[in-house]
């Protein structure tokens, strides 16, 4: 049954389609406002233009606007997930490695920052440094590496006990040599999977920073932003939230139902 | 005979039945509030006086021109510059029996003048330097330099009249959550930050009240607010949001109430002290490069007036002055006259509060790239914006009005002088006509040095006065309400169809 799989890739077209083609090709300003055209209806001729999807409180188009806005969220979760992986995999890879007090202080790091709630941890440090995209992406990236970190130790510590491991030990290879040319490429088809389970997360705590007004600012949209903005108008106009949620939903359950799928194809049962 | 007078006893009976609730129901008034109310004493106020307002009368009033009107005082004069006499309303009593005399009118100033109480708002009376009675029914007040606005002050908080030996019997403590006046309402119930309950003070020197109880409910979040307008749970709401204006426009039963110039004048404080807005060529372009109408007519959608002066029209000295023209390619050439051609980069600051203020500040950002200067814009949470505003900058959007004392000087002042806490402002020209206003009491020349003043703002851009906003209330149709420039809902005059 590849049900989910067909569903996944439809729903990952829709959106990919809709951030690659509506920056390329839509011919309408997705941050310029035009006045006059506010609060157009989905389906509606304004200025000469047809809105699909309406506009907003400032008459932009909101197509333009959910195509940039998914381009640029997916942007930052995919930036900041690679560096979490990245991040992750290293620190767990050593600590699974090398064991002894490196194994114990890396692992208390990781117990430390999944103790701490993330959204409270990213709110905080946006605030601090000030909300732009780049402090965005990096906060995101180091805050999402301790799941990845785990993951890492635990198969390190299954392939490190391997024959060709030894073998490679006996003949005197560098320990880091080993660890980049032996053990990573073992353990990296699980860290690819969990960067695709990882990502649903990763695309609502941006949404929910967007909403709470501390991610990228205005008048650049995201998907959070678009909601946070919209909400107010949420009775009158409820278009500016609607499609937004529609656009985070489908990445949520496409990113979902691909994670799942690529467990089962490669046996992964204990992620 | 008999079927028949039972017959028409039934139909007396269902006749009558609807038109008695009905009649129940117009005496009840529900208000619906944004802030909850924690402490009823209007001597020491934190918050705004609209319930007190309700429990506690003055010795001046407003009528809904907001010319001034005898209240407790049924005459007053100025007997020379320093000194005020004031005339009582015989026959007054408050709602415990006390009489309305000059003992109370004493005891009542004196109170939050002694510095021992920390009146949170005794700068609105820090001028009267002495109270004394001179007969039961006249009150004498001294200031300690002349002061014109001393009537004005005894129109407002903290200058309620409250009951002397009431408060001496049980104390301040007390008194702030079972508050006696004389006004047209007593209290009935009281749970505070929730709700306060009054009922009808049928011995009211105005006589009788049409509404008999009246609830204020704090309702916080507009959505809710709104939707207990529609459903009939409120009829009146405060601070209804300007989105949810076509909402209530669109229910059957509710109206919207507009008051013009009701509200706050929003600005945008320029930090001087910063490259370029030192250069009186830049903010003279920038403020050229705001196309107000635009923004009132599409974004406002017409709930907010275009101004050319921080002063609001009801405000004593307000100088009628148009707000600068729309002209982009003027605005060009001036950047490039002050050595910009290419423009420059800056950061706008904005938050939630106002009227739709995050998509005034996008729709400024847009206006200013028009003209060539970059924005990057900061739209930051009330609570972290108080912090940066108004250091930060170097642009950043604020409110500003003359709460209740309807003079210029409270609108201007503290905005414009260099130095005072919220003004980014440094113009010695300005400083120096501001300073002089202060000092004169004579109100014509006062009010032409006050003229003086807003001409030569609007002529050396301290800041960018953009529109004052509305104030905007919804109310159910049967509700006779029509909302007043100085925020109070004096449910005396209110009354229900």
């Given at each position: 049954m590849q049900a989910d799989l067909i569903v996944a890739c439809i729903l990952l077209v829709v959106a990919f389609g809709t951030c690659i083609l509506v920056p390329l090709f839509?011919?309408?300003?997705?941050?310029?406002?035009?006045?006059?055209?506010?609060f157009k209806p989905p389906m509606s001729f304004a200025g000469g233009h047809l809105h699909p999807l309406g506009t907003d409180q400032l008459g932009r188009d909101l197509l333009a606007r959910l195509g940039l806005g998914t381009a640029i969220s997916l942007g930052i979760v995919f930036v900041a997930s690679v560096i979490s992986a990245v991040l992750g995999t290293v620190l767990g890879m050593i600590a699974g490695y090398f064991g002894g007090w490196v194994d114990a202080l890396i692992m208390r790091l990781v117990d430390m920052q999944l103790a701490i709630p993330f959204i409270l941890l990213i709110l905080l440090i946006v605030a601090v440094i000030g909300p732009s995209l780049m402090n965005l992406i990096v906060v995101l990236g180091i805050t999402g590496w301790a799941i990845y970190a785990r993951v890492a130790r635990a198969r390190t510590l299954e392939v490190r006990e391997l024959e060709y491991i030894e073998s490679a030990r006996a003949i005197g290879q560098r320990k880091l040599f080993i660890l980049f040319r032996h053990v990573l490429p073992n353990i990296l088809v699980p860290q690819t999977v969990l960067l695709t389970l990882d990502l649903p997360r990763l695309i609502i705590l941006e949404a929910s920073v967007g909403f709470l007004g501390l991610?990228?600012?205005?008048p650049t949209p995201t998907l959070g932003g678009l909601i946070g903005e919209g909400r107010s108008f949420m009775l009158i106009a409820n278009w500016l939230v609607l499609y937004p949620g529609l656009m985070i939903a489908a990445l949520v359950i496409a990113c979902n139902l691909l994670g799942d799928w690529l467990v089962r194809r490669n046996d992964l049962r204990e992620l | 005979m008999k079927v028949s007078a039972a017959f028409a006893l039934t139909v007396a009976l269902v006749a009558t039945a609807p038109a008695a609730w009905s009649q129940e129901a117009k005496d009840q008034l529900v208000i619906a509030r944004a802030a909850g109310t924690t402490a009823m004493d209007p001597g020491f106020l934190r918050e705004s006086a609209t319930i007190v307002d309700n429990i506690f009368d003055t010795m001046v009033e407003r009528d809904s021109q907001m010319k001034l009107e005898p209240g407790l005082a049924l005459s007053w004069k100025s007997i020379n510059p320093t000194t005020w006499e004031f005339k009582l309303r015989p026959g007054v009593k408050f709602t415990d029996g006390e009489p309305v005399n000059a003992e109370a009118v004493k005891f009542s100033l004196d109170r939050v003048l002694n510095p021992d109480n920390h009146a949170p708002t005794i700068s609105y009376i820090r001028t009267i330097s002495k109270v004394e009675v001179v007969d039961p029914m006249t009150v004498r007040i001294t200031t300690s330099g002349p002061d014109p606005l001393l009537p004005t002050r005894m129109s407002r908080y903290p200058a309620y009249i409250v009951p002397p030996k009431y408060l001496k019997e049980h104390g301040r403590d007390y008194f702030a959550s079972h508050p006696v006046g004389s006004g047209p309402y007593e209290l009935e119930k009281f749970v505070p930050g929730q709700s306060v309950e009054l009922k009808a003070n049928d011995d009211y020197w105005r006589g009788a009240?049409?509404?008999k109880t009246v609830t204020f409910k704090t309702i916080p979040d507009a959505t809710a607010r709104t939707t207990a307008l529609l459903n009939g749970e409120a009829d009146i709401i405060e601070d209804l949001p300007v989105n949810l204006v076509p909402m209530v426009q669109a229910s059957p039963n509710d109206q919207v109430v507009d008051v013009k110039n009701g509200g706050l004048t929003i600005y945008l404080g320029l930090v001087m002290s910063q490259k370029p807005l030192d250069n009186l060529k830049v903010r003279q372009a920038l403020n050229m490069a705001i196309d107000r109408k635009t923004i009132v007519n599409d974004i406002l959608h017409g709930m907010a007036t275009v101004s050319g002066t921080q002063v609001g029209k009801f405000d004593f000295g307000y100088t009628d002055i148009p707000a600068p023209k729309y002209d982009p390619a003027a605005a060009k050439k001036l950047l490039a006259e002050a050595g910009y051609p290419n423009g420059f980069t800056i950061t706008l600051e904005s938050t939630h509060r106002y009227l739709n203020d995050d998509a005034v500040a996008t729709a400024i950002a847009q206006m200013f790239g028009d003209i060539g200067v970059k924005v990057k814009q900061k739209v930051l949470d009330w609570s972290v914006y108080l912090q940066e505003v108004?250091?930060?900058?170097p642009i950043f959007m604020l409110g500003w009005g003359s709460t209740q004392t309807l003079d210029a000087d409270a609108a201007i002042y503290p905005i414009m002088?260099?130095?005072?806490?919220?003004s980014t402002a440094s113009i010695p020209e300005l400083d120096k006509l501001l300073d002089k206003s202060r000092k004169i009491v004579d109100p014509s020349k006062r009010a032409e040095v006050l003229k003086q003043v807003q001409e030569l703002a609007a002529k050396d851009v301290p800041l960018i006065t953009l529109y004052q906003q509305d104030a905007v209330y919804g109310k159910a149709k049967d509700v006779v309400f029509s909302g007043r420039a100085d925020a109070r809902?004096?449910?005396?005059?209110i009354k229900k169809q």
């Amino acid at each position: 049954m590849q049900a989910d799989l067909i569903v996944a890739c439809i729903l990952l077209v829709v959106a990919f389609g809709t951030c690659i083609l509506v920056p390329l090709f839509w011919p309408l300003d997705p941050v310029r406002g035009v006045f006059s055209a506010t609060f157009k209806p989905p389906m509606s001729f304004a200025g000469g233009h047809l809105h699909p999807l309406g506009t907003d409180q400032l008459g932009r188009d909101l197509l333009a606007r959910l195509g940039l806005g998914t381009a640029i969220s997916l942007g930052i979760v995919f930036v900041a997930s690679v560096i979490s992986a990245v991040l992750g995999t290293v620190l767990g890879m050593i600590a699974g490695y090398f064991g002894g007090w490196v194994d114990a202080l890396i692992m208390r790091l990781v117990d430390m920052q999944l103790a701490i709630p993330f959204i409270l941890l990213i709110l905080l440090i946006v605030a601090v440094i000030g909300p732009s995209l780049m402090n965005l992406i990096v906060v995101l990236g180091i805050t999402g590496w301790a799941i990845y970190a785990r993951v890492a130790r635990a198969r390190t510590l299954e392939v490190r006990e391997l024959e060709y491991i030894e073998s490679a030990r006996a003949i005197g290879q560098r320990k880091l040599f080993i660890l980049f040319r032996h053990v990573l490429p073992n353990i990296l088809v699980p860290q690819t999977v969990l960067l695709t389970l990882d990502l649903p997360r990763l695309i609502i705590l941006e949404a929910s920073v967007g909403f709470l007004g501390l991610g990228v600012q205005p008048p650049t949209p995201t998907l959070g932003g678009l909601i946070g903005e919209g909400r107010s108008f949420m009775l009158i106009a409820n278009w500016l939230v609607l499609y937004p949620g529609l656009m985070i939903a489908a990445l949520v359950i496409a990113c979902n139902l691909l994670g799942d799928w690529l467990v089962r194809r490669n046996d992964l049962r204990e992620l | 005979m008999k079927v028949s007078a039972a017959f028409a006893l039934t139909v007396a009976l269902v006749a009558t039945a609807p038109a008695a609730w009905s009649q129940e129901a117009k005496d009840q008034l529900v208000i619906a509030r944004a802030a909850g109310t924690t402490a009823m004493d209007p001597g020491f106020l934190r918050e705004s006086a609209t319930i007190v307002d309700n429990i506690f009368d003055t010795m001046v009033e407003r009528d809904s021109q907001m010319k001034l009107e005898p209240g407790l005082a049924l005459s007053w004069k100025s007997i020379n510059p320093t000194t005020w006499e004031f005339k009582l309303r015989p026959g007054v009593k408050f709602t415990d029996g006390e009489p309305v005399n000059a003992e109370a009118v004493k005891f009542s100033l004196d109170r939050v003048l002694n510095p021992d109480n920390h009146a949170p708002t005794i700068s609105y009376i820090r001028t009267i330097s002495k109270v004394e009675v001179v007969d039961p029914m006249t009150v004498r007040i001294t200031t300690s330099g002349p002061d014109p606005l001393l009537p004005t002050r005894m129109s407002r908080y903290p200058a309620y009249i409250v009951p002397p030996k009431y408060l001496k019997e049980h104390g301040r403590d007390y008194f702030a959550s079972h508050p006696v006046g004389s006004g047209p309402y007593e209290l009935e119930k009281f749970v505070p930050g929730q709700s306060v309950e009054l009922k009808a003070n049928d011995d009211y020197w105005r006589g009788a009240p049409s509404i008999k109880t009246v609830t204020f409910k704090t309702i916080p979040d507009a959505t809710a607010r709104t939707t207990a307008l529609l459903n009939g749970e409120a009829d009146i709401i405060e601070d209804l949001p300007v989105n949810l204006v076509p909402m209530v426009q669109a229910s059957p039963n509710d109206q919207v109430v507009d008051v013009k110039n009701g509200g706050l004048t929003i600005y945008l404080g320029l930090v001087m002290s910063q490259k370029p807005l030192d250069n009186l060529k830049v903010r003279q372009a920038l403020n050229m490069a705001i196309d107000r109408k635009t923004i009132v007519n599409d974004i406002l959608h017409g709930m907010a007036t275009v101004s050319g002066t921080q002063v609001g029209k009801f405000d004593f000295g307000y100088t009628d002055i148009p707000a600068p023209k729309y002209d982009p390619a003027a605005a060009k050439k001036l950047l490039a006259e002050a050595g910009y051609p290419n423009g420059f980069t800056i950061t706008l600051e904005s938050t939630h509060r106002y009227l739709n203020d995050d998509a005034v500040a996008t729709a400024i950002a847009q206006m200013f790239g028009d003209i060539g200067v970059k924005v990057k814009q900061k739209v930051l949470d009330w609570s972290v914006y108080l912090q940066e505003v108004p250091r930060k900058g170097p642009i950043f959007m604020l409110g500003w009005g003359s709460t209740q004392t309807l003079d210029a000087d409270a609108a201007i002042y503290p905005i414009m002088h260099s130095g005072e806490p919220y003004s980014t402002a440094s113009i010695p020209e300005l400083d120096k006509l501001l300073d002089k206003s202060r000092k004169i009491v004579d109100p014509s020349k006062r009010a032409e040095v006050l003229k003086q003043v807003q001409e030569l703002a609007a002529k050396d851009v301290p800041l960018i006065t953009l529109y004052q906003q509305d104030a905007v209330y919804g109310k159910a149709k049967d509700v006779v309400f029509s909302g007043r420039a100085d925020a109070r809902i004096p449910v005396y005059t209110i009354k229900k169809q």
